[in-house]
């Protein structure tokens, strides 16, 4: 339940930067921390930590998107569900490569994501749709997923591969 | 997972939702809007703080060039002095203006914004318990028109500046105060003036004003310069460029002009 709640919390910090320190800081609105904090809790933590703290940053996210609805909780909890089964099913490692597959595979589904949910609304594509933001949005999550992962990984034995305990088999700890 | 929380989540994603598109969660909204809205307003001011604190952007810095260019130039451009001296008297008369035209500002505070593809939409910290409505007009502490509130909730709105590709915004001129077109934005913080009757002898540095048709707009309210005249004489209307008298992607701290209550 304490992972939970600082997971929660974490969340909170994570929507608090998207909204009001990244459209003032970055030239991109796609130099973001929530990608890669899911990764690193993707890789190091249960998902439903993940969840947690997707789920609170997309309700936050959701409050304060006036112009266009974004259904961020939503599409947030969908594509950390999604990198949450690729890599308990496909990337089976935890590596620095890893973290930048699921980094990528998360931008582009967000992206891809946001701008079905903008062209259902009838909001014009040249208003949503930015190569270079896409881009942008990709070298950053990448940048700061690896980047990330590697900081933990040689300051803790987080992604250090254990021997999984047969008794415990709940999921959601 | 097992198959079983599989399901159970597919269908509270349906539920939420559901409830996301008929609107019933609009009372969690304003809750997490209440609990969230301080530590919103304290990281932009620190991140405002923080890219004031690490120096000048290169727009910034294209501008400041500029600026110095036309400083050195040795002779004064008699119309601009002209529209600053309007500018001035206008901007002097704006005080006097909201004490006798039935509206008051209401200060409010930029905590996020949306600068993309040629938009500028900016979330402020007032919203419909401030007696915020859609359709104000959001001036400027020095009294230049900027935009109007595009959409409010009960402690946010946003705010949709006058060079957004959407905008639409009566215009007149500062001389004579008679309507000379209408404003559409254009993005990037450009906007232009179109339906300008031929028979308008508009000309480069000529100040802009809200004409006051509008419901929610009072006029007088200065707007811009023109940059450059186009069309020919024969065209059944000209447009013009108009050039922001502020940085729009600068502003911080506005003022919502609502009637006076």
Known sequence: MRGLILSACLGVLVAAWEIAVTPFLFVSHGAGMLIPVLVLL?????????????????????????????????????????AWFIFKHW??????????????????????????????QGVPTAYTWSWQG?????????????????????????????IPDPSRTSWYG | MKPRWIFMMSAGACLLLLLLITGILKPLG?????????????????????RDFAGRSQASEAVLRELETRIASQTIDHARLRALEDENKTLRAQLKFLEDSGYEGVGAKVISRELQNG???????????????????????????VGKILNARERVSMLEVFTDPDARTVIA??????????????????????????????KKDDLLITAGTEEKVPGQLPVG?????????????????????????????????????
């Open chain 1, 42 to 82: 993707l890789m190091g933590s249960r998902v439903s930590r993940a969840l947690a703290t997707a789920a609170v940053s997309g309700v936050i996210l959701d409050c304060y998107a006036l112009s266009v609805p974004g259904f961020y909780v939503f599409r947030i909890c969908l594509f950390t569900i999604g």
């Open chain 1, 91 to 120: 990337l089976t490692n935890r590596s620095v490569y890893t973290a930048v597959v699921l980094a990528v595979l998360m931008t582009i589904t967000d992206v891809l994501s946001r701008q079905g949910v903008y062209s259902l």
């Open chain 2, 173 to 202: 001129r500062s001389e004579g105060q008679r309507i000379v077109g209408v404003m559409e934005g254009r993005g990037n913080g450009a906007a232009l003036l179109t339906y300008i009757p031929p028979s308008e002898s508009l």
């Open chain 2, 225 to 261: 310069i023109i940059n450059r005249v186009n069309g020919k004489p024969t065209d059944p209307f000209l447009t013009a460029a108009v050039e922001p008298l502020v940085g729009l992607d600068r502003i911080s701290f506005v003022s919502i002009l609502r009637p006076r209550q």
């Open chain 1, 134 to 162: 896409v881009g942008m949005a990709l070298l950053w999550n990448i940048f700061l997923s690896a980047f990330g992962f590697t900081l933990v990984a040689s300051l803790t034995k987080r992604f250090s591969v254990t």
């Open chain 2, 30 to 50: 304003q809750g997490v809007r209440w609990l969230t809205h301080p530590l919103i307003e304290v990281s932009a001011d620190a991140s405002r703080n923080l």
């Open chain 2, 119 to 145: 938009r500028m939409h900016f979330l402020l910290d007032r919203g419909t318990k401030d007696g915020v409505e859609v359709g104000q007009a959001v001036i400027t502490s020095a009294g230049v028109f």
